[in-house]
C-alpha cells in the first residue's frame, strides 16, 4: 500500500475514534540540573520540580475560529516550594524564560485530559500551550472529523498569538516567553496536528516536535529540519504502529521512534500505567535537549526510554549513535 493510501486509510480509522487520555495526577519529573534563575542563561534544563501555574485565554475570540487555550508554566517556587506537584490557578510565573511547547488533544478530548502529561513538562521548565480545538473537542457542538487538516494553522495561529503576549508590558506572562525556542506536541489527531505544523517554509521558532499516536499529514515534514521523536503503542487498533513508522521514514531530520509493546492508544500516558515513566523521561529529556540545547539530555533518551520487555527505542539521530 502506498504511503498516501495508508495515510487515507488511517485518517478515515483516526476520525471514527480518539480516545482522550486519561487525567491522572502524581509525581513530577526528576531534577537535572542546577536550576538558574534565567534559564535562557544556561545551556542545561533548569532544576525541577517546579510548582506549576495554570491559567486560561481565548485567542481571536470574536474570529470564525475562537480559540480556547489552557497554559500550563513554571510557577513562582515562594511559599509552595516544598509542594512542587501543586497546579495553582493565576499564580505567579517564576523569574526567567521558558520555551514553550504547543500541546494538541485528539478527537473529543481536551487539554486537561492531557494533564498528566503537560503539568509535568511544566515542572521541569516548560510553558504549555494546549488549545481546545473548535471542531474536534469533546464539547464541540458542530463536531467535524475531517476538521483535523485545518488545525494545524489553528497551532501556528497561537504561536503568534503567543509572540505578541510576551512582549506585552501588561500580561503576567510577558518576558517569560522564549518565542524563539518552540516545540509542537500532541496525541493521536493532535499528533497528526503536530506533523502537519512542519511544512515547507514554517518558521524557525518551531524547533523540535514530538507525535503521540499520530502519523504525517500532506506536506508534512518538508520544512527546515526539526528533531523529531515518536512514540506509539505496538496494538494500537485505532491508529496502528506502521502508520507512525511510515511518518517516521519520511522525515529527513533527527529522529528517534519509542514503540510500547502489546500497548493501545495511549494508556502509556495513564500515571502508574506500564510504560508512563519511560514516556514521561524521554519526551521531557527531548524537550531538554531540542529547546534548552541540553547534550547530557540528548544522550539520555536510550536509558529514559528502556523497560524490558515493554519498550523499543529506534534512534535514526536524535543521539549521534546508532
Known sequence: ?????????????????????????????????????????????????????????TVDPGGARPLPVTIWYPA?????????????????????RFPVVVYSHGLRSLPELHAPLTTRWAAAGFVVAAPTYPRTNLHAPDFTRADVRNQPADGWRLIHHLVRLDARRDDPLAGHLDVNRIAAA??????????????????????????????????????????????????????????????????????????????GHGEYLTPGRPGFAQVLATTTDFLRWTLYDDPTARHRLPTDAHLPGITTFTDGGTTGEG
Open 1 to 57: 500500500m502506498g504511503v498516501q493510501r495508508l495515510i487515507a486509510v488511517l485518517m478515515t480509522a483516526l476520525l471514527a475514534g480518539c480516545g482522550p487520555a486519561t487525567a491522572v495526577t502524581g509525581d513530577a519529573p526528576p531534577r537535572s540540573a542546577s536550576r538558574v534563575d534565567r534559564p535562557e542563561a544556561s545551556r542545561h534544563a533548569p532544576d525541577g520540580p517546579y510548582p506549576v501555574g495554570v491559567r486560561q485565554l
Open 76 to 96: 513562582d517556587p515562594g511559599p509552595m516550594a516544598s509542594v512542587p506537584a501543586t497546579v495553582i490557578a493565576g499564580a505567579p510565573i517564576a523569574a526567567g
Open 186 to 263: 500532541g496525541h493521536s489527531a493532535g499528533g497528526f496536528t503536530t506533523a502537519g505544523m512542519f511544512t515547507s517554509g514554517h518558521s524557525a521558532r518551531l524547533r523540535s516536535g514530538i507525535v503521540i499516536a499520530g502519523g504525517g499529514l500532506a506536506g508534512s515534514f518538508a520544512g527546515p529540519a526539526a528533531p523529531l521523536l515518536f512514540v506509539h503503542g505496538g496494538a494500537d487498533p485505532i491508529v496502528p504502529e506502521s502508520v507512525g513508522r511510515a511518518a517516521y521514514a519520511r522525515t529527513t531530520g533527527p529522529v528517534a521512534f519509542l514503540s510500547l509493546s502489546g500497548q
